[in-house]
C-alpha cells in the first residue's frame, strides 16, 4: 500500500513541475493579450514618442506567441543529451531553473517597461516545458511497473491538462488577469517550479537509467524497493538484465543515428507519424474557434472565458478516463478510436460553420463538436502518443527518439499556430479540410502498421518490430548467423 503511494507521489512531483507547465503557460498567454498589446504600444510611445500602428503591434505580438514553441523546440533538443548525462530526475530538477528565469522576466517587465522581457521570458518558458515533455515520461515509464506502464507514462497528458484548465481558471480577471495584475499572471508559473524542486528530490531515479545507463545495480535494486516496496523483484530485475546485456557495449544513439539505422525503421516511422498528428490534427485549433463559436451560440461575450474552462475540462476529464482504460484497453484502440471520431466531427463541424447563419440552431451543433473534437483527442491522441517512444525504443534509442518526437511537436505548434489564420482566410468554413486528411491519414497507418504494445516488456515489443524491420531479409531467404543479431538493437 505505501509502495503505491510512493509511485502516485513520484508521479505527482514529477507531473506538477514538468508537462503542468506546459499546459499551464499555453493558457496563461490567453487572458492577457489586450493588455500586454496595450503595454508594447505604451512603452514604445515613452521611449521614442510615436505609437506603434496596428500592425506591427500585431507582429510584435505574434513574435511573442511564438517564442514559446521556439524555446519548446530547443528544450526538446538539449533534452535528449541532459537525459543521458545528467539522469532522467536529475535534469527534471535542473529544469525549473529555466521557469524561475522566466518569471523573474516576466514578473518585472512592466517596472524595466520593457516588452521585450515578455517574449524572452515566452522563450524560457518554452525551453522548460520542451525539456519536461520529453523527460517527463520517459523518468515514469522506465520507473512502473510492466502492468502499469501506459497509465503512469499517461499521466503527463492528465497533467498537461490540469496545467490547461488551471490556467484558464487562474487568467480570469477575478483572479490574476485583471489589468493590473498581469505580471504576476505570467510570474504565477514559478510556483508549481517550487513545490518539485522541494518534492522530487525524495523520490528515487529511474531504476532503469541506474541499471542500463549507470551499470549501478545496488542504487537500482534500492530504488525499486523504494517504489515496489520488499516483494519478489527478480522478475523485473531479470527484465532489465536481459535489455542491460542486449545493448552491452553500445552507447546512447544520436537522432542521426536513428535515422541511418535499419533495425529501428518501423519504430521510427511510427513516432515521426504520430508526433505529427498529434499536433497536425486540428485539436489546438478548436480552442482558437470556440469563443467565436460559443458567441455565435448567444453566450454572452463577458461570460465566454466561463465556457472556455468546459473545453480544457473536457480534456482533463479524458486524458484521466484515458489513464484508468489504457492498460485495459490498449494502445491501438484508442489511437484509432480517437482519430476516426475526429475525422467524423470536423466533416460535421464544417457543415455547421457554413450553415451557421441560416439555421437557427447550427451554433449549437458547432459548439457540441468543439467539445466532441476535444473529447476524442484527449480519450487516445493526447496521452497515448507519448507513451510510445518509451515502448518502441530500447535504452539506448529513447533519449534520441524523444529528441526527435519533441522536435516535431513543437516545429509543427508552430507551423500551424503560424499556418492557420491564413487557412480559416483562404478556407474559409472548410478550414478544417487539412485537419480531416491528417485524421483519416493517422487512423489508416495506426490500422494497418502499428503493433499493440500492451502488457509486453520493452524487451518482446522490440522482438515484434524487429521482425517487420527485416521482414524483406527473411523473404529472400537467407540467414547471416550470430552477425545479423549482434548488429540489431533489441
Known sequence: QLQSKILILTICAAGIGGTFQYGYNI?????????????????????????LESNVILLLWSFTVSAFPLGGLTGALVAGPMAIMLGRKMSLLLNNAFVIIAAVLSGFSRMAKSFEMIMLSRFFTGVNAGVSMNIQPMY?????????????????????????????????????????????????????AMIQLTALPWFPESPRY????????????????KLRGNGDLSAELEEMLAEQAAVKGQRAKSPWELFRNPAVRWQLMSVVVLSSAMQLCGNDSMYFYAAYVFREAGIPQDKIPYVVIGTGSCELITSVTCNMI??????????????????????????????????????????????????????GPAGVTGVLPTEVFDQMSRPAAYMICGSLLWFNLFLV????PFIVKSLAHFCYVPFLVVCVCTALYVGFFLPETKGKSLLEISEEFKKRNFKAQTHAGFYKGPEEIKSTML
Open 27 to 51: 493558457s496563461i498567454i490567453n487572458a492577457p493579450t489586450s493588455y500586454i498589446q496595450t503595454f508594447m504600444n505604451e512603452t514604445w510611445l515613452e521611449r521614442t514618442g510615436v505609437p
Open 140 to 192: 515514469l515509464a522506465e520507473s512502473a511497473p510492466k502492468k502499469l506502464r501506459g497509465a503512469v507514462a499517461l499521466t503527463s497528458a492528465s497533467f498537461t491538462a490540469l496545467g490547461l484548465v488551471l490556467g484558464q481558471v487562474v487568467g480570469l480577471r477575478e483572479l490574476l488577469g485583471g489589468e493590473a495584475s498581469w505580471p504576476f499572471l505570467l510570474a504565477s508559473n514559478v510556483v508549481p
Open 210 to 225: 541506474l541499471l542500463i545507463d549507470c551499470g549501478d545495480k545496488e542504487s537500482c535494486v534500492s530504488a525499486l524497493q
Open 326 to 379: 489504457i492498460d485495459y484497453a490498449g494502445r491501438r484502440p484508442l489511437l484509432l478510436g480517437g482519430y476516426i471520431f475526429m475525422a467524423g466531427w470536423a466533416i460535421v463541424f464544417m457543415v455547421a460553420l457554413s450553415q451557421q447563419t441560416q439555421i437557427s440552431w447550427m451554433p449549437y451543433l458547432s459548439m457540441a463538436c468543439i467539445f466532441a473534437y476535444i473529447l476524442s483527442f484527449g480519450i
Open 417 to 420: 499556430g503560424t499556418a492557420f
